[in-house]
């Protein structure tokens, strides 16, 4: 029996998931809710059947029943809508961050921790076939335990969404949150152990500049370096920069130890939407001592490359989370305290660039 999920948010993420949940299959989308017409109507286009259409999602939460939701809004909504929709009983889906700020992940957390409510945090990067290979490849000990962790993304500007809510850092909770979420999860995950310091550089220097929203200009960083300190003494650094569309790898991963190193290269977005034929990603194992490097293509389809951005990442995600709901589990692979400790490392370099200064990063008590 087809699972029925229930969509709050219609925007380009939202759009995405809904690409890639028509691949997976077995999945009813049975409800949207958006309060811009223009996004619901576009996320109608792409579904097979025809959901009911809310404006508000609160009048879908009490008119509809669905095995699972996701939350695909705008970030500085996410904390309002999950405290609704964790009353419904319902496995989540929660597109990352998981919040703007500590103040309401520890509020979610805790409303979570009554409830007992599954929700998964959308850190959708683990699940990226290059990065999951290198995951796979530090769990099997092949780089011996992890040292230093880097990672390079050079990219795009940040698009244009509705209301160009995603060029205020009140909105998105700034840069090191929004974007780069991802690599403090990834890193934490290679590690496995929490960060304790975080020093930033960073800065506004070529995009949105010549931008103005009723008089205010973009206040999001656009290039930056980080370097992350965890509790067992080892560091991963980030190298960011929002200005590079051209370049052939997007994300650069690279998970040293004193055996060898893991990298993972995923190509750049606009090479898998068909401006040229390079859609393979690489995955390369160095070994001290063996300058035999073993190196690995790997391939999509290209029904998944065209569902989505994210070189496969939203698909399988998305079909771990359906198992998730499938089986009854509660146990999300991604957990709420993934998801904050990816926030509390972004608030942590945000601050740090504002002061010039190393920064403590905030442990989760509650």
């Known amino acids: 029996m087809a699972l029925k999920y229930g969509l709050i948010g219609c925007g380009m993420i939202a759009q995405e ?103 998964w945090v959308a850190m959708e990067y683990r699940f990226m076939p290059p990065v999951a290979k290198i995951i796979s490849m530090c769990e099997q000990d092949q780089v011996g335990t992890p040292i230093m962790v880097f990672i390079r993304e050079h990219r795009f500007p940040f698009l244009q969404k509705v209301g160009d809510w995603n060029r205020f850092s009140c909105n998105t909770g700034g840069t090191m949150v929004e974007k780069c979420c991802h690599y403090w999860d990834l890193m934490r995950l290679f590690f496995k152990s929490n960060p304790i310091r975080v020093y930033s550089s960073g800065g506004i220097d070529v995009n949105h500049l010549d931008e103005s929203y009723n008089g205010q200009t973009p206040d999001i960083i656009d290039n930056s370096y980080t370097i992350v300190e965890f509790e067992n003494n080892k560091r991963g650094m980030l190298d960011l920069c929002m200005f590079s569309e051209t370049v052939p790898w997007q994300e650069e991963i690279n998970v040293t130890g004193p055996n060898g190193r893991a990298d993972a290269y995923v190509p750049a977005s606009w090479q898998f939407k068909g401006e040229n034929d390079n859609q393979t990603s690489l995955v390369q194992l160095s070994r001290r001592g063996d300058f035999n490097i073993q190196k690995e293509k790997i391939n999509l389809s290209d029904e998944i490359l065209r569902a989505g951005s994210h070189y496969g990442a939203t698909f399988y995600q998305q079909e771990q989370f359906a198992g998730m709901v499938h089986s009854g589990s509660d146990v999300p692979h991604v957990s709420l305290e993934d998801g904050y400790w990816s926030v509390a490392v972004g608030v942590a370099a945000e601050n740090s660039i504002k002061s010039g200064t190393s920064q403590k990063i905030i442990n989760l008590d509650l």
């Open 17 to 119: 998931h809904l690409e890639n949940i028509k691949v997976i299959g077995g999945i009813d989308v049975i409800a949207i809710a958006d309060p811009v017409e223009e996004m619901s109507r576009m996320a109608c286009d792409i579904l097979p059947n025809n959901p009911k259409v809310f404006t508000d999602y609160r009048n879908m939460l009490s008119s509809v029943s669905c095995d699972a939701f996701i939350i695909a809004t705008p970030n500085h909504t996410h904390h309002e809508i999950l405290k609704n929709v964790l009353y419904t009983n319902t496995p989540i889906l929660v597109e990352k961050p998981l919040c703007i700020n500590l103040e309401q992940c520890r509020d979610i957390i805790a409303l979570e921790a009554k409830l007992k409510v599954p929700v």
